[in-house]
């Protein structure tokens, strides 16, 4: 009925109605088969409207179907690890409240140091990442894809990413921190490794450092006299960071934990010394 009315309320502008196949040139009843390029246009305006339709649903309800970023569906690949760097940076960089607008631009440049093309943002997209996704959501899916040493290399790169500034607040440390916690890491390589982004940024080089900093770094209590427990402890941490065992890494991850294992020789030879 509905389709009547419109064919009848069209057919008084004279206009040419589609019908099983054929046209009705209105006014001269008489029925026209309908040319293919009618076909062709009918079609690309369904596929438009179709496309815009579903597009609209999938981001409405994918959450909720278990769809998009971070859902079990999101594929531990290079192009999502990079998302997922950018989308915690992004949280932490906010929580840190130190030239942020110059930090997002440092940003830009890690991510692709760390990911190449995998890594390429807008500025405006990376700080506005932080409103989408919560940390929770991300910390979940995180300790479903990611194995031990790809959580440790993933805090290590946030700490690099949060000390491009030099300048880090305790708040944006503590939540660091928080997140360290909710990955089932160790509390103290985290420190170790803060303490090893700070001696960077210090006039006090790490063999100058007092002795329960030391131990610190090399992941050890600040009260470890043992010189067995020390040394097993160096040999552990050096065989993880040498250079010679991250060769399969990217440059830049091979980079950061070439400074990483320097750092730790020198608070073992500081040790042996004392």
Not at 104 to 118: P, S
Not at 126 to 135: A, C, I, R
Request: aromatic fraction near 12%; proline fraction near 3%; include cysteine.
């Amino acid at each position: 009925m509905l389709l009547n009315l419109v064919i009848n309320a069209t057919a008084t502008f004279g206009t040419r109605i589609p019908r099983g196949g054929y046209y009705l040139l209105a006014g001269e009843g008489e029925e026209k088969e309908i040319p293919l390029y009618m076909w062709v246009i009918i079609g690309c305006i369904a596929l438009v409207i179709l496309s815009f339709l579903g597009y609209f649903l999938f981001h409405t309800f994918s959450k909720q179907l278990g769809f998009g970023p971070f859902s079990k569906y999101f594929k531990k690949n290079k192009t999502n690890k990079a998302f997922t760097l950018a989308v915690l940076s992004s949280h932490f960089i906010r929580a840190n409240h130190i030239n942020v607008f110059q930090h997002f631009a440092q940003l830009r440049l890690q991510l692709f140091r760390y990911f190449v093309d995998k890594g390429k943002y807008a500025q405006k997209e990376l700080q506005d990442l932080h409103k989408l996704h919560n940390l929770n959501e991300i910390c979940n899916w995180i300790n479903e894809q990611y194995t031990l040493d790809e959580k440790e290399q993933l805090i290590e790169m946030l700490i690099n990413i949060l000390f491009l500034n030099e300048s880090v607040s305790k708040n944006a440390i503590q939540q660091l921190r928080d997140f360290n916690s909710q990955l089932d890491l160790c509390e103290k390589h985290f420190f170790a490794t803060i303490r090893i982004r700070l001696n960077h940024f210090t006039d006090q080089p790490i063999v100058n450092a007092k002795r329960h900093q030391l131990l610190e770094i090399l992941e050890l209590p600040g009260n470890t006299t043992d010189q067995t427990i020390i040394k097993k402890k160096y040999r552990t941490l050096a065989k993880k960071y040498h250079p010679d065992a991250n060769k399969k890494e990217d440059p830049s991850v091979r980079e950061d934990r070439a400074k990483h294992f320097m750092a730790i020789k020198a608070a073992y030879e500081a040790l042996m010394k004392q």
